[in-house]
């Protein structure tokens, strides 16, 4: 076998790993968008379960936005810059995030890395987005892709 021959036989054999992790990880986005509905994720759900103290959109707020957010992660940065305005006297935006330094900062939206209140609503995937009511109870839960209309998504919990 010549030199050239292996070489570009590695690199299927390269590019096929690829390509079969890639479909691994779509699987796995696809099976936790099916499940929100029925409320699998092989976490423990937390669509219905009260969010941490330190997420909760506090007094006189009407809900609350919370992102488990991933500094490596591209579509992230996407995510936060889409849900950080949306904070207002009635509505607290809160990003869970590993790194605050990698994100943006954004008036009136906070960056928190709080680890114990991250492992609590991460669901083995980031970007997610979790809406709160006044009470800091989750009542909605997104697995963001590339895919998601965003603007939809958060808009979704405003009143008409």
């Not at 054999?13 to 796995?28: P, Q, S």
């Not at 992102?67 to 949306?86: F, R, T, Y």
């Not at 492992?119 to 009470?135: I, K, M, S």
């Not at 958060?154 to 008409?160: E, Y």
């Amino acid at each position: 076998m010549s030199l050239e021959l292996a070489v570009a036989l590695l690199a299927l054999l390269v590019a096929a790993f690829a390509l079969v992790a890639l479909v691994a990880v779509y699987a796995r986005v696809r099976a936790l968008e099916a499940a929100r509905r029925i409320g699998l994720s092989g976490y423990g759900a937390v669509v219905g379960r009260p969010a941490p103290a330190s997420v909760h959109p506090g007094p006189g707020r009407r809900r609350g936005y919370v992102a488990v957010l991933d500094a490596e992660c591209a579509l992230c940065h996407v995510v936060w810059e889409a849900l950080a305005p949306l904070a207002d006297d009635g509505v607290r935006v809160v990003a869970l995030v590993d790194r605050p330094e990698a994100f943006a900062a954004h008036p009136g939206s906070e960056l928190l890395a709080d680890p114990a209140a991250r492992a609590e609503l991460f669901e083995g995937y980031a970007p997610t987005v979790l809406r709160l009511d006044a009470a800091g109870t989750v009542v909605d839960r997104t697995f963001v892709d590339a895919d998601t209309d965003l603007a939809g998504l958060l808009h979704a919990g405003s009143p008409a």
